[in-house]
């Protein structure tokens, strides 16, 4: 298993290396089409909590009316004006355990859940967006599975084809009478990790193996399917936990109709102190071509194990993972964090990915919310950094995309917020040496009150008594050099191993978490299994002079996940690598489109964060005679508008005609849309 590295304190105190910004040169080549512009990767995401009374329940975060039945009007307005395609309900991890059948029927029954079902589908309409809808896995049968699709898309005429309640009469009682015609569905959501809470009388959290899951997605699947045989059910999968994905795919790979990724890239957790902040925000604009690489895995995993070169692929979430940030800026919302989903946009816009759908996480208020403000308080809604990014791809980019090429300077990336570093010219992946790990090597062994420890071997044995444990107990410290890449590879076997968070691998700093916070951790095997082998990766600090490689179960001491059976670890090999490097960081990045009516569209990325970058724009076989431009900008890369003000908005841009070509100055740290007209 794969996992990006978490980022230390250490690394993100190191100084960047920036060179002066250099003019920039584009190049677009209308004639040279990359493939259409798939606009539901503009999608997002719509929550409806369960058991609470609060703005979820009711007001779906905001965007529901209760009191008129209807659309929040200014939200519905917001959602149109940014070109909101598909959109995701009921949201995230509360659908572990998400009994749809409790949000439909009359409204007398469901106090707590006004914006139910029918009412996320009148907003879909009134969106115009594409509905896909999650699954619960940890609740329910496959039967109601099949029942929801009864819901939504049979006709009301008797024929009930799943027996049972007639759904379509439930659908036509709550206003519509006429079926939806719903295709798009997930099997679940992040189910790897398992139901946060235990539910219905049990003393531990469900969690499913791979196998398990994809075993209940045909099920599923065949159940959904005899309803309506056009619907799509998508299973979720993650980058770099390969023990989950091989055996999901080896499983279910035949019958999947779409594959499910999360992308959070970079990412940081609590607060950090001023002279932080820059690296934070430098990782939002050089982590593309590290979204790309997973997507391009994954791809060629599915593909190594199902023979498959044709699975689409649905990114239900992504955003930059900031969270914790209370004396810190909140960076999920800074004008950084928004060019990063400007570049992701253009990541997964390419063909080449397969990507289907994507929805951003998410749209309103809760902790994330692109637009954030209660109407029913009184609150004027207003858009925060990510926001703009969508109106702008909305009523600015073209509708088939083109090749451009840019010429301009570039700036080293030191590495941090889970992203690697980048610098001078890109170089691939490449094992160093032979085995580092010494054929005599012995477990040493700390005291766990709640873990009891022996040692077979070289194997370490781990008998788990019932208590949440956060167990790092077993370990082997060896010399590293400083800067330097260490690849290791494990072996786990689980027996009886009950838990929510299953048992891994650690490889971080010989001086500890404490004082270096610095570490990579893979894998999460429970259940019954056989030897099962984990990779991790793991970048040494600048002053490293050890490691320390550590059997691993991430947990809480005195928590609420409880853990039994057993757990055994052994160590296969150590060998140092050279990472793969994307190269330095371009000052600019461009993502074109083109229009029928011969228009040429463009979104500009400066990436630099300390100088505007003059831009001269050259468009082949295209006499253009105007040209308009807008900006999105802010004061500083983590200034948002979070706070009462807001100093992240959107300006018009100058364009001039020079010689031939079009010249325009893009704002340091900008995402910059320009129409280019016949």
């Given amino acids: 298993m794969r996992l990006a590295m978490v980022a230390s304190a250490a690394t993100l105190l190191m100084a960047p290396i920036c060179l002066a910004a250099e003019p920039a040169r584009i190049v677009v080549r209308p004639t040279d089409e ?52 598909a959109a995701r309900w009921p949201g995230g991890c509360a659908t572990h355990n998400y009994n749809w059948k409790n949000t439909v029927g009359p409204l007398e029954e469901r106090p707590d859940q006004q914006f139910g079902l029918p009412e996320f589908m009148a907003l879909c309409e009134a969106i115009d967006a594409v509905p896909i809808l999650t699954v619960a896995v940890y609740w329910g049968t496959a039967e109601d599975g099949a029942d929801l699709v009864e819901y939504l898309n ?11 309640q007639d759904w ?28 946060h809470e235990p539910t219905e009388g049990r003393e531990h959290k469900r969690v499913y193996s791979g196998e398990q899951y994809a075993r209940l997605f045909r099920q599923y699947r065949a159940a959904m399917r005899a309803v309506d045989p ?5 299973a979720v999968l993650l980058h770099g936990r390969d023990e989950w994905n091989r055996a999901v795919l080896e499983t279910a790979g035949d019958v999947m109709d779409f594959g499910i990724l999360h992308t959070y890239l970079p990412g940081f957790h609590g607060d950090t102190e001023p002279e932080n902040y820059r690296s934070l925000m430098e990782a939002c604009v050089a982590f593309p071509p590290q979204a790309a690489r997973r997507y391009d895995e994954m791809n060629r995993l599915v593909e190594e194990i199902t023979g498959r070169e044709d699975l689409p692929w649905a990114i239900t979430e992504y955003n930059g993972h900031f969270v914790g940030q209370e004396q810190s800026p909140p960076f999920r919302q800074s004008l950084c964090n928004a060019l990063r989903n400007a570049e992701h946009l253009r990541v997964m816009l390419q063909p080449r990915h397969g990507i289907a759908m994507a929805n951003f996480w998410e749209y309103a208020n809760e902790y994330w919310g692109m637009v954030r403000g209660y109407v029913h308080k009184a609150e004027q809604p207003v858009k925060q950094a990510n926001y703009y990014v969508y109106q702008l791809y909305h009523q600015h980019f073209g509708d088939t995309l083109v090749e451009a090429d840019v010429e301009c300077g570039s700036w080293d990336f030191s590495g941090g917020g889970w992203v690697r570093p980048r610098s001078g010219e890109p170089s691939e992946f490449k094992i160093l040496d032979e085995n580092l790990l010494p054929e005599d090597y012995q ?19 781990v008998d788990f008594q019932g208590p949440d444990t956060n167990y790092f107990h077993g370990s082997l410290t060896l010399p590293a050099e400083p800067s330097t890449g260490y690849r290791l ?8 191993l009950q838990t929510g968070q299953g048992a891994g691998f650690q490889v971080g700093d010989a001086r500890g978490w404490e004082e270096t916070q610095s ?4 894998g999460s095997v429970t259940g019954d299994t056989d030897w099962t082998p984990v990779t991790i990766e793991y970048m040494t600090l600048p002053d490293a002079e050890g490691i320390t490689l550590m059997a691993r179960r991430l947990g809480h001491d005195g928590g609420d996940d409880p853990v039994s059976g057993t757990a055994q670890f052994r160590l296969v090999s150590l060998q140092r690598f050279q990472p793969w490097n994307a190269g330095a960081v371009p000052d600019v990045s461009v993502n074109a489109a083109k229009r029928a009516d011969g228009s040429v569209t463009l979104m500009i990325v400066n990436t630099n964060l300390d100088e505007p970058v003059s831009a001269s724009i050259a468009i082949e076989a295209l006499a253009a005679s105007a040209a308009e431009a807008w900006s999105l900008v802010g004061p500083q890369p983590w200034s948002h508008n979070s706070a009462g003000e807001t100093p992240v908005e959107l300006v018009q841009n100058p364009v001039e005609r020079d010689a031939g070509r079009w010249s325009i100055t893009l704002p340091k740290h900008s995402l910059t849309a320009v129409e280019i007209r016949p």
Avoid: C
């Fill in 154 to 164: 049979a006709p009301n005429d008797g024929s009930n084809p799943n027996a049972g």
């Fill in 443 to 461: 477990w040493e062994l700390a005291h766990n009150p709640v873990a009891e420890q022996t040692v077979e071997g070289q194997t370490l044995i």
């Fill in 519 to 522: 570490a990579s951790v893979g």
């Fill in 34 to 85: 990359i493939g259409p512009v798939n606009r539901l990767i503009f999608g997002n995401n719509f929550l409806a909590y369960q058991g609470r009374t609060d703005e979820y329940g009711n007001r779906g975060a905001g965007v529901w009316d209760p009191e008129h039945r209807r659309p929040q009007p200014e939200y519905a307005q917001l959602a149109r004006e940014a070109g909101i395609s």
């Fill in 230 to 234: 056009t619907i799509k059910l998508g």
């Fill in 168 to 195: 379509a009469a439930v659908r036509a009682g709550d206003g519509h009478p006429e079926p939806y015609g719903v295709t798009w569905f997930e099997y679940g959501n992040e189910s790897y990790h398992g139901e």
């Fill in 489 to 496: 590879v494990g072996e786990l076997r689980a027996m009886g």
